[in-house]
């Protein structure tokens, strides 16, 4: 089934659907569309989580649990999560950056600073399993909603802390964003080509792989919460989680005792194994494997490189990289992409033109596995974004709500909770909540 969701879209309307209103019936919808079962049927279906991040790392984590079934209540202050204001590019009006990492949520927001949210905290923390954050240490403790405070209005709380460097060590009161972790871990070091300077990815690598390991250690913790009932605090360190993802460059330096170099798109320790420029564009090549450097020559109608001495082994090929890449490079700049690409792939060869994003997003195989999806929202409508990529069997997960709106459920969520319609428009006269 495809993972569209449609929610009652209305253009002129500006204010939101009821949730019996908000979701349209199956026979209505486009062809190509079809609605998210009623009933949340996630592997975490279930399990609560509040969420206090921003930025990316935090919320990266909590869409991850909240597209494998978890109910996600993000919690914001008066003027939202900071990627609200990052813009252009904008989607219906809403910063596209922010749109990519909130699906699956829903929006209270409150002014921490104000004590009656105290009560709101307390309430949210003692029906919720996860709590999510990523200030700087310290600063949830200064906000009560750091781990002792809530921990103890529920002792089964899975509490994660990301941050840049963690909560111990001389580094622990750093601000920890994307460009800065990613220089001192190491990764940017390797990457770019020698003689020129280091190049940042073209993704926020180190919030993403942050919020991954966050995502493992939390749905971890739950299942080890099954076992003894006791919940648990978890430090996740940028610097950390990235330090590991240094693998094989890590351990190459351990075993040689020399910084490993920047290649480019070539390989360390495999060869050929890199990007090569044909005549209208890029292609990439990976050849793993002795038997596939057999098929890579035979199928460009190279076989002479099989007997030339100095490529007859793959570590012969990496240290001869510049003979080897002096023998390819002209022939695949003799071929247009797609005439390499046919090249190859008849050989069996592991190989891709180097798409841009245009060009992936409409990939048949992309498309075969649902990964373009249409969430349409009552107030701001329709926007596209990438699907979700878990797959399990038996419970899906999936996207089931649109990023929201600033405290779009701010009077819902507190009516949940056991508030008065007279108290929560007072929180919100007095701005200690907002929505509406």
Known sequence: MSQHLLINVSKNRRTLSSATESVMNAEKLPPDMHSVPEKNCGPLDGITVLDFSRAMAGPFCTMLLGDLGADVIKVEPEKGDDTRAWAPPEMSGISSYFMSTNRNKKSIALDLRKGETGEVIRRLAKRSDVVIENFRPGV?????????????YNSRLIYCSISGFGQTGPYRERSGFDLTVLAMSG???LTGEEGRPPVKFGVPITDIISGLFAAVSVTSALYSRQKDGRG???????????????????????????????LGSAHPSIAPYQ???TSDGYVSVAVGSEKLWKEFCEGMGMKDLMEDARLRTNPLRVRNRLHLNSKLEPAFARLTTSEAMSKLERAGVPAAPINRISDVVADPQVMARNMIVDIAHPVYGKVRSIGSPFSHSGKPGGIRLAPPLLGEHTRQLLGELGFTGKEISGMIERKAAFGR
């Open 187 to 189: 990764l940017m070091s």
């Open 140 to 152: 949830a403790d200064k906000l009560g909603v750091g781990h002792s405070a809530l921990s103890g």
């Open 275 to 277: 990007v090569y420029e």
């Open 232 to 262: 648990q605090y978890i430090d996740m360190s940028m610097l950390d989680a990235n330090m590991l993802t240094l693998t094989h460059q890590a351990t190459a330096y351990f075993a040689s005792g020399e910084n490993p170099s920047r």
